[in-house]
């Protein structure tokens, strides 16, 4: 019994000396703040609504949230990715407002990736769909 209550005494006592050292810790999460991995990533967010209606009645709406990505592989490599989360259809004002049963929701991702071996010369890569798709020109029509 004297032996375990001096054991105990010495923990007690050695307990604030050890937590005052500062032992290093690695991080292998990937995900968390810290990681090398995320310092070159950065996050935004964007949304968007819009809805149109004929003097008949019939109309249709469009909601838009996007995701927007950006990883920095080097000063000379980045890699841009958009996730579109986009829902849609159309409705009847006409009597009264209602929605009819023809909506949907898709995402719609987009990247690019730029590789710039110096300031006068860039090549990238991309891959666009949906709201980025190029147009005729009214006059074409």
């Excluded at 004297?2 to 050695?14: D, E, G, Q």
């Excluded at 009264?96 to 300031?119: A, G, W």
């Excluded at 006068?120 to 029509?141: A, D, H, I, V």
């Amino acid at each position: 019994m004297k032996n375990f209550t001096i054991l105990v005494l010495m923990t007690i006592a050695i307990l604030p000396l050890m937590a005052q050292y500062d032992i290093p810790r690695p991080d292998f999460n990937p995900f968390s703040m810290h990681s090398p991995v995320l310092a070159n990533l950065s996050m935004s967010h964007s949304m968007g609504f819009e809805a149109g209606s004929t003097s008949r009645g019939d109309g249709y709406y469009l909601s838009r949230y996007t995701n927007h990505l950006k990883y920095a592989f080097s000063p000379k490599l980045e890699l841009d990715l958009d996730l579109n989360f986009v829902n849609f259809g159309s409705m009847n004002t006409s009597q009264s407002f209602s929605l009819n049963e023809d909506y949907d929701s898709k995402v719609l991702p987009e990247f690019s990736l730029r590789y710039r071996p110096s300031d006068s010369m860039t090549f990238e890569l991309k891959m666009s769909q949906g709201m980025m798709r190029p147009s005729r020109p009214w006059y074409e029509n």
